[in-house]
T-cell receptor
């Protein structure tokens, strides 16, 4: 079974621009979560989508948004990029449905550099 | 607010040494606990998880962790480390039963093994 895929893998943007990252979950998984990983901060939860609806949201400004399509693929968008947005953005998928017993499967991440 | 603390930011050991990585969380209710590992250049992957039952949990590659509810801890252990255990280790907690997706991660512990 194919794993979680994320595109692009690397991205360089300048301040003020916007960016869209894509995540394709494992086939059959309906929940997609996004995390920001930075050195020293670990992984910080951005948001989670399940059946095209945002189900949970972390403490990030409104510049960070996302959506999920009917095929469970998800995109996240960051508008008006700031230098501090430079990070590895990870996507994780799980079967979903609300049970906490489901393991999250992570993708390789998108490395975003803002200059 | 719920949080996860990993007090050891960088641990350096020689091969065959014993390992214990600390993880403490702050939440008084029901928790589900995880340890994830990120090997250099690879995806985050699950080492082990605890939901209920025996508080001593065994995972892959000889790792185990013990849930001590009274101490709000879930420390990771391995009796004899190998050079291939060099990686970053993340403790994570999912609070309550609302969703599998909103998991709080610690800031990670980098483990370096001297051959």
């Amino acid at each position: 079974k194919a794993g979680v895929t994320q595109t692009p893998r690397y991205l360089i943007k300048t301040r003020g621009q916007q960016v869209t990252l894509s995540c394709s979950p494992i086939s059959g998984h309906r929940s997609v979560s996004w995390y920001q990983q930075t050195p020293g901060q670990g992984l910080q939860f951005l948001f989670e989508y399940f059946s095209e609806t945002q189900r949970n949201k972390g403490n990030f400004p409104g510049r960070f948004s996302g959506r999920q399509f009917s095929n469970s693929r998800s995109e996240m968008n960051v508008s008006t990029l700031e230098l501090g947005d430079s990070a590895l953005y990870l996507c994780a998928s799980t079967i979903g449905g609300g049970s906490p017993s489901y393991e999250q499967y992570f993708g390789p991440g998108t490395r975003l550099t803002v200059t | 607010a719920q949080s996860v603390s990993q007090h050891n930011h960088h641990v350096i050991l020689s091969e065959a040494a014993s390992l214990e990585l600390g993880c403490n969380y702050s939440y008084g209710g029901t928790v589900n606990l995880f340890w994830y590992v990120q090997y250099p250049g690879q995806h985050l992957q699950l080492l082990l998880k605890y939901f209920s039952g025996d508080p001593l949990v065994k995972g892959i590659k000889g790792f185990e962790a013990e849930f001590i509810k009274s101490k709000f801890s879930f420390n990771l252990r391995k009796p004899s480390v190998q050079w291939s255990d060099t990686a970053e280790y993340f403790c994570a907690v999912n609070v309550g039963y609302s969703s599998a997706s909103k998991i709080i991660f610690g800031s990670g512990t980098r483990l370096s093994i001297r051959p």
